[in-house]
Nanobody, 115 residues
């Protein structure tokens, strides 16, 4: 059974930082391209950042300059470091794994940026 489990979400003040983790089981983690997406109420899901099997990062417009993505293949875990958070970063953040046409999603973790 494939599982992608996100953690690290929560309430943070504007300007603050947050670290998200996605721990994966049931697949060969190192064979998958990974990514973080987010979905705010009433909006489409959008890419925050992705990292390839070869550890090449790719940042969406919403994350450029404020987020860092990295992965630890030994721990089957992907991370997202977010800085200078704004209220508009409030969303459910989802972990995504893809290998060719195979893809898997996590259940999401809520991030709320508010004072």
């Amino acid at each position: 059974q494939v599982q992608l489990v996100e953690s690290g979400g929560g309430l943070v003040q504007p300007g603050g930082s947050l670290n998200l983790s996605c721990t994966v089981s049931g697949i060969i983690f190192r064979d998958y391209d990974m990514g973080w997406y987010r979905q705010a109420p009433g909006k489409q899901r959008e890419l925050v950042a992705a990292i390839s099997r070869g550890r090449r990062p790719n940042y969406g417009d919403s994350g450029k300059g404020r987020v860092t993505i990295f992965r630890d293949n030994d721990k089957n875990t992907m991370y997202l470091r977010m800085n200078s958070l704004k209220p508009e970063d409030t969303a459910v953040y989802y972990c995504h794994a893809q290998r060719g046409r195979l893809e898997h999603w996590g259940q999401g973790t809520q991030v709320t940026v508010s004072s």
